[in-house]
């Protein structure tokens, strides 16, 4: 952690909330990055991504500087993701009619594609996994993008979670089950 | 075919790299010569392929930037709501509310501890009504069928004790159950704390001759108070009476009580205090018979010291036949100096 961020962290714990804003501005692309990972839609991520700096701002002045300020932030995030869409069951996305291509609002900010067929493709595989992914339960979506997107070990998994090794496990080999039998016909093109 | 010797679940965590050592060297050994867990693992790849090519978008600057302020804004929003200094204050008491409330177990804790305070100022507080309640106690008392007589006249007592110096008790009557002149005799007491009682003891229970005190000194009924000063005389316990029976003997309006007060005290004449309450009596008592009667108890005496007290009798007394008696009582006095002499 610089001296920069630290000092940043301490002015905030101090009720700076001019520090804090800077804060988010350095970590907040990375903590969307990871909010949109774990809800791969853009409204839920935006919520999630608030609701994640308004407790890392009410428990700041928890924060030891034991751990790197990213690590706990991410630590703060999966919790409440993991506990909020564990009620939800599913994310939002395919609840809302309005979002039922969760990519348009936030390629529509970056402009037009420069090669619309290949955008299509990719869009198309990435609307695939997308929806195989929203056929998840949470806490299988979780896991598994933090196993194999993040190569997290297992036993990290069940520690951020709090929950054991067993139950990550199970989360895991049905998360992979459901995916393979949902995205086979893509996949298997390259074996041919 | 399926593999018996691995579950999909192992070569799961062979592909995700989570076994070690021993375990993946044997994973490795047999794919080499199981097609099935080779070609399970070949899809695996390809898989995780597939899914490599996914990528998460980038979200606009301008949206993080929005998110941002939002934030900024809630939380400046939360601050003016609670300004800092009650924050602090606010935030504890909630703590300490909600703490017990945190867990099941803390909860039925809470439940218990607090239901066992509420039975402890319960009691209390009706402990404290029915003292200050004499006719809930005495209700109480009656209505308990489950006592035994000894233990119903014991609690009778403790009311009549308690009761005994405020106007909530009133004695009713005082019979002598047993008759008894050297301090033996048995009492009843009846008395009213808005309900009416008795009890019975003996002439030494402190309860019965404190009711008798009572009913002595403040009974409305001057037969009562005459009565109440005989039973005292008759528990043979001057010294613990005497200030009751002097009391009586000086003060109570009624010559019945005097009387009976005078009598109580004669054969203690020779105390200093008695003989005292007895000159007062001889000199000022309005009725002629308790003079008379002092001036006996006193005459009989033979103490020098009283012939100013008889010759102020003999000379000033409203009633001639008192004024007589003192003479004579003076006559024998000088009768008896002049033999000595």
């Known amino acids: 952690m610089s001296l920069e961020d630290k000092s940043l962290i301490l002015r905030a714990q101090a009720g700076d909330k001019r520090a804090f804003a800077e804060l988010m501005r350095r970590y907040g692309e990375r903590v969307m990055n990871q909010a949109l990972r774990f809800t791969r839609n853009i409204k839920d991520a935006e919520d999630l991504y608030q609701e994640t700096f308004l407790k890392v701002y009410r428990n700041l002045g928890g924060f030891r500087f034991e751990s790197e300020f990213y690590t706990w932030v991410y630590r703060i995030m999966a919790n409440i993701a993991f506990s909020q869409y564990r009620r939800r069951k599913r994310f939002s996305y395919l609840e809302s009619e309005e979002d039922s291509t969760p990519w348009d609002r936030v390629t529509a900010q970056n402009g037009c594609p420069e090669n619309p067929i290949k955008e299509e ?67 298997e093109e390259s074996l041919v | ?73 809630r939380l400046t929003e939360e601050e003016r709501d609670v300004p800092e200094l009650k924050k602090g204050f606010l935030t504890k008491v909630i703590g300490i509310l909600y703490y017990p409330m945190s867990k099941p177990v803390y909860a039925f804790s809470s439940l218990l501890v607090m239901f066992v305070v509420g039975l402890i100022i319960g009691k209390i507080w009706m402990g404290s009504a029915i003292l200050n309640d004499p006719g809930l106690l005495a209700s109480l008392i009656e209505s308990r069928s489950e006592m035994s007589r000894e233990e119903r006249d014991y609690l009778k007592k403790l009311v009549a004790g308690y009761f005994l110096g405020s106007k909530e008790l009133e004695v009713k009557g005082v019979k002598e159950v047993k008759a008894g002149d050297s301090g033996n005799g048995w009492i009843q007491v009846d008395f009213k ?57 000086l003060n109570d309006k009624d010559p019945g009580p005097r009387v009976q007060a005078l009598e109580a005290v004669t054969e203690f004449v020779g105390d200093e205090e008695v003989k005292e309450a007895l000159k007062k009596v001889l000199l000022n008592d309005p009725d002629e018979k308790i003079r008379m009667q002092a001036l006996d108890v006193l005459g009989k005496t033979g103490d020098r010291s009283l012939i100013p007290i008889f010759a102020l009798v003999a000379y000033r007394d409203s009633s001639e036949t008192l004024q007589m008696r003192a003479k004579e009582i003076l006559a024998k006095l000088y009768d008896r100096e002049k033999e000595k002499s």
Request: proline letters at 3%.
């Open chain 2, 193 to 249: 704390i808005n309900k009416e009682m008795n009890l019975t003891g003996g002439l030494d229970d402190p309860v019965i001759l404190n009711v008798l005190r009572y009913s002595a000194l403040y009974d409305r009924d001057p037969e009562k108070r005459v009565r109440a000063v005989r039973m005292l005389y008759l528990s043979k316990r001057f010294a613990e009476n005497k200030e009751v029976f002097l009391a009586v003997l």
């Open chain 2, 1 to 73: 075919m399926k593999c018996k010797k691995f579950k999909r679940g192992d070569l799961l965590l062979y592909y995700y790299g989570e076994l070690n050592g021993v375990r993946r060297l044997r994973v490795e050994e047999h794919v080499k010569e199981c097609a099935y867990c080779r070609e399970f693992l070949k899809q695996q790849n390809a898989f995780g392929k597939l899914l490599d090519k996914d990528e998460v978008p980038q979200v606009s600057p301008l949206i993080l930037e929005r998110l941002n302020e939002q934030v900024i804004g």
């Open chain 1, 121 to 187: 493709e990719g869009r198309r595989l990435k609307d695939a996994i997308y929806a195989a992914l929203s056929k998840l339960s949470a806490q299988q979506r979780i896991v598994f993008i933090m196993k194999h997107y993040e190569g997290k070990k297992i036993r990290e998994i069940a520690e951020l979670l709090e929950c054991s090794e067993g139950t990550v496990k199970r989360y895991l080999f049905r998360a992979v089950k459901k995916l393979q039998s949902l995205l086979k016909p893509y996949y």
